[in-house]
């Protein structure tokens, strides 16, 4: 079956992951809302997806704002008679808001923004979107976590934080929730090329020296790209996976699998 039929939402849709995904499910034959504050791309990814013979509705959502969650839950469930797959890929690092990095320089707006869009903003979606998820039976939620929900990275300290919660969230809904016959994962991507990553390493002091702290790790040698994640995500969606739930998988080329860099291997990073 794969996720042919199934009813998304994807949250963050409009650019990298979130983007990946609703291609990727629609053209497997899924309905996907397409939910973003970047208008003006999900409004262009919905014109993608339609001409390629894919179904796709576009909504604008702050997922920090409940009034805006209650209605995109409510919208997408009008527009295709239900959900089934809620998809909290919304999320925000530190450098989209500041340069200021440090924890002498942060700023508490900066800080409680992040842990806001990114884990406020999944507890937020998964509130709303439960009452039509009890009504699937192929119900399943599926948060974006990251390799530092699991270790440790410079400049990260909200963005880690947050994900640290979304992983640990994620398993707490996948007991609360597992009456209800919904299963809840956690995924955890490392270096993925996306907005977030872009600006993370414009950031930096020496963006080539944290490209390579972030690529050298990699036991497959290169940047992950959107469709690598978009592959896991349809897994989880599908009743192909019906027997994971509460579980965090890492998607990172096998940088947390080892301690050592590329070139003890004799391995270089593939343009």
């Not at 950031?203 to 702290?213: G, H, I, K």
Request: glycine letters at 10%; a negative charge; one cysteine or more.
């Amino acid at each position: 079956m794969g996720v042919s039929g199934l009813r998304f939402v994807i949250t963050g849709a409009a650019v990298g992951i979130g983007a990946g995904t609703a291609r990727l499910a629609a053209s497997r034959g899924a309905r996907v809302v397409v939910s973003d504050m970047n208008d003006a791309q999900g409004e262009a990814l919905v014109k993608e997806i339609r001409a390629a013979g894919g179904e796709a509705i576009y909504r604008h959502c702050d997922v920090t704002d409940e009034v805006q969650v209650a209605g995109l839950m409510k919208t997408a469930a009008e527009a295709f008679g239900g959900i089934d797959i809620l998809h909290n890929n919304a999320g925000i690092h530190e450098s989209m808001l500041s340069g200021d990095l440090s924890l002498e320089s942060m700023s508490r707006d900066t800080f409680e923004k992040v842990m806001a869009v990114n884990v406020t903003g999944v507890w937020l979606c998964s509130k709303y979107a439960l009452p039509y998820l009890r009504e699937s039976d192929h119900a399943s939620i599926i948060n974006a976590g990251s390799t530092s929900s699991l270790s440790g990275y410079p400049q990260c300290q909200a963005y880690g934080a947050s994900k640290g919660a979304v992983m640990q969230l994620s398993k707490m809904l996948a007991v609360d929730l597992a009456p209800d016959g919904i299963r809840v994962n956690c995924y955890c991507p490392g270096s993925i090329h996306t907005q977030i990553v872009d600006k993370f390493l414009a950031a930096a002091p020496d963006p080539q020296a944290m490209l390579n702290t972030m690529t050298m790790t990699h036991l497959v040698p290169r940047m992950g790209q959107p469709a690598d994640v978009a592959e896991l995500v349809c897994f989880l969606a599908s009743p192909e996976s019906q027997f994971v739930n509460g579980a965090v998988w890492t998607i990172d080329g096998g940088s947390l699998a080892w301690r050592g860099i590329m070139d003890v291997l004799g391995m270089e990073v593939a343009s």
